[in-house]
């Protein structure tokens, strides 16, 4: 959080989430200047959940000793679903208290006028991968953020693919399984999330819990704990066979998944990033996980698509969201120039 030689302009980025935001000051070249977590305080509203951000930003300027004028533009980044060029919320799941609320313009008037610049968190986090992560030196990327759901971000050549209807991206909810699929919370049924996203995890876990199964995850559950991703991770990890099947066929629809997106857009990369990675890159599961997507991947695509494209996890965590949004106010005035 104190890079050297920082180098204007600056920027903020906003990525706001259901239970936190993250603001960030960076500079042109995507260091990140200065941090601030907050609270989005869903319950209380829309002008609470701002009142934090407007705080959050304060404290961010003042950490690295700047002032809103030395800031160029303001990127936000928000969870679907959304108006990308109306620059408002539509009605986002997890933030049901902003339904319809005009962001962009918002904080663009409470600043005075300052260019800002709205952009769905998926696709916020693939531009951060894009422009100094680990697609930093490919030309067209394929971004799946694991968590809860599944998010995606797909950018070509700079241009990240938003949709006609700002809906563009949303392979969560492609289609793997055509007959008696899985009920998927957008009310969709056998779509990718409900299969290899967190929460359908765990209702598999559960159920095969239920059905009888052998598992650390009962002692787990007897002694209190709550049954999560993290939990499953963590069985997984102390070789439990249950644990181990469960992760390895979310792997393998990320596969299905991956392939059909491969087909389509023929990527220089597809990155894995989000809190349900089991470990992630450099642990022995988060390691397998990986392994079980690209051997699927190799038994369905194309020959030379499969031997040419680089499928990695992501390297900027969770900072990949305002460095991303960031970024994308950064590309606007670029564009503007």
Same mark, same amino acid.
């Given at each position: ?36 977590? *907050? ?11 701002? #009142? ?19 800031? #160029? ?6 969870? &679907? ?17 902003? #339904? &319809? ?27 951060? !991968? ?31 693919? !938003? ?35 967190? *929460? ?6 559960? !159920?095969?819990?239920?059905? +009888? ?43 299905? &998944? ?15 990033? +989000?809190?349900?990675?089991? &470990? ?34 992501? !390297? ?22």
């Amino acid at each position: 959080m104190n890079p050297t030689k920082p180098q204007e302009p600056y920027f903020v980025g906003i990525d706001i989430g259901g239970t936190n935001v993250k603001v960030g000051i960076v500079d042109d070249a995507g260091q990140t200047l200065a941090f601030c977590k *907050t609270s989005t305080d869903v319950p209380s509203g829309v002008e609470a959940g701002l #009142k934090n951000i407007y705080q959050a930003i304060d404290d961010a300027l003042a950490d690295c000793r700047l002032t809103m004028d030395d800031i #160029k533009a303001i990127g936000i980044a928000t969870p &679907g679903t959304m108006d990308i060029p109306g620059g408002k919320l539509v009605d986002p799941p997890n933030l049901p208290t902003w #339904k &319809g609320f005009p962001i962009r313009q918002t904080v663009c008037d409470h600043y005075g006028g300052k260019q800002t610049i709205y952009q769905n968190d998926a696709n916020a986090a693939a531009y951060g !991968e894009y422009w100094i992560g680990g697609a930093r030196e490919a030309h067209s990327l394929v971004f799946w953020t694991l968590g809860t759901g599944i998010g995606c971000g797909i950018i070509i050549d700079e241009m990240i693919i !938003e949709g006609r209807h700002s809906h563009g991206g949303e392979c969560g909810h492609i289609v793997i399984q055509m007959d008696d699929g899985r009920l998927c919370d957008s009310g969709q049924y056998g779509t990718l999330e409900a299969y290899a996203g967190g *929460t359908s995890l765990v209702k598999r876990c559960q !159920e095969q819990l239920d059905a +009888g199964r052998e598992s650390v995850l009962n002692d787990m559950l007897q002694q209190g704990q709550e049954l999560t991703p993290l939990l499953i991770s963590e069985a997984g990890e102390q070789n439990d066979e249950l644990a181990t099947e469960l992760i390895m066929e979310s792997a393998r629809c990320l596969g299905v &998944g991956t392939t059909n997106l491969m087909h389509t857009i023929d990527p220089d990369m597809v990155l894995f990033g +989000g809190a349900v990675t089991f &470990g992630g890159k450099g642990t022995a599961q988060g390691d397998r996980f990986l392994q079980r997507i690209r051997e699927e991947v190799q038994q369905r695509a194309f020959s030379v698509p499969y031997e040419n494209t680089i499928i990695d996890y992501a !390297e900027l965590g969770a900072d990949a969201g305002y460095i991303g949004v960031a970024g994308c106010a950064r590309l606007a005035c670029l564009k503007a120039e």
